[in-house]
């Protein structure tokens, strides 16, 4: 694909601050912990990113949650 970098840099650069903020912290302590909290910030950088609301993105997935649907994608945003 023309206009497509080959590297990711750009999506790695923007959650640089997250990982370090992470690792100097140790807000997590188990696998599963870091794990949300990595889901977590993608979500937020890539609503970030799009100009779309966080809050707003969370709140459909809760509610498709509860409804027993399938979550919003985030290739939608």
């Known amino acids: 694909?023309?206009?497509?970098?080959?590297?990711?840099?750009?999506?790695e650069r923007s959650i640089r601050?997250?990982?370090?903020d992470r690792a100097v912290t140790s807000?997590?302590?188990s696998g599963?912990?870091?794990e949300r909290l990595a889901r977590m910030m993608a979500v937020i950088a890539t609503c970030h990113k799009r100009g779309r609301s966080t809050h707003e993105y969370i709140l459909?997935?809760?509610s498709a949650?509860?409804?027993n649907e399938e979550h919003p994608s985030m290739l939608d945003l």
């Open 1 to 11: 694909m023309s206009g497509v970098e080959p590297t990711d840099n750009a999506a």
């Open 60 to 62: 459909a997935c809760l």
């Open 65 to 67: 949650w509860c409804r």
């Open 17 to 20: 601050c997250l990982v370090i």
């Open 32 to 34: 599963r912990g870091r």
């Open 27 to 29: 807000v997590t302590r």
